[in-house]
């Protein structure tokens, strides 16, 4: 029978950015998808104001949250830093292969950290939520006027005589129509990337899910509660495991 270890792998500030970023991307896509279908339905402008608000003030939570996973991806624990979770560096792409021709044959590497298909699969992850993050900071300026660029659309787009300060949502006549106009056309391929993003996000997401409890079955190693205690449970020492403390 095989001799069952535990082994350190998520420290507490990577674990709180998962499960942040869950809630997050949950409450995100709630939001997101009442906004998406506000007329049919039959929410008013108003509602709109209020919930594209919600929509943004969760957004900068979001956002706070994944620029600290990048911060914290030069201070936490090995497995925690760039060069454990994103793919690349020395020995890659012959752990790549390694990995696939064990899982293919039936007798799956056990990995302490992200295993390499898990590491392309993170890299795709953190560029779509950076995407959205980005491209809504942008919309939360022409949309509702919110920082970062809520101030300079506004000056942008306060007609003659209007104190750019008082703009509000949906007031046309306060708005200049040339310079609206013209804020509508940059707008129009941020919202572009950003709809086609949440929809590229959220299949993504659906492969994660899939992936990681198809590699709980598979492999074993307690994958989902070693994101609640931080600690991978296997019954072989893991490839990527050169020490027990997870430093």
């Not at 339905?41 to 108003?46: E, H, Q």
């Not at 793919?87 to 990995?99: I, T």
């Amino acid at each position: 029978m095989a001799q069952l270890e535990t082994y350190p792998v998520w420290d507490t500030p990577t674990r709180w950015f998962h499960w942040i970023n869950v809630l997050c991307v949950i409450t995100l896509t709630a939001f997101g998808l009442v906004i998406l279908n506000a007329s049919a339905l039959g929410v008013g402008n108003p509602g709109k104001i209020a919930l594209k608000t919600l929509h943004v003030r969760v957004g900068y939570v979001f956002t706070a949250n994944l620029v600290f996973r990048f911060i914290w991806a030069f201070l936490g624990n090995r497995y925690a830093r760039w060069r454990a979770f994103l793919p690349g560096g020395a020995g890659y792409l012959r752990a790549l292969r390694r990995y696939t021709s064990a899982l293919i044959s039936g007798h799956p590497e056990q990995y302490a950290g992200h295993n390499p298909i898990g590491r392309l699969a993170v890299l795709v992850l953190l560029l779509l939520l950076l995407i959205q993050a980005v491209t809504g900071l942008l919309l939360a300026g022409t949309d509702i006027f919110y920082p970062p660029f809520g101030s300079w659309i506004a000056q942008w787009i306060a007609a003659p005589g209007i104190d750019p300060s008082t703009l509000v949502p949906y007031a046309l006549e306060t708005y200049d129509t040339i310079a609206y106009d013209s804020m509508r056309a940059l707008r129009a391929p941020l919202v572009s990337i950003h709809l086609y993003g949440f929809y590229v996000l959220m299949a993504v997401v659906v492969v994660h899910v899939a992936g990681v409890v198809l590699t709980e079955v598979r492999e074993g190693g307690s994958i989902i509660s070693a994101m609640f205690s931080g600690r991978k449970t296997l019954a072989r020492r893991p490839a990527d495991a050169d020490d027990r403390d997870g430093r």
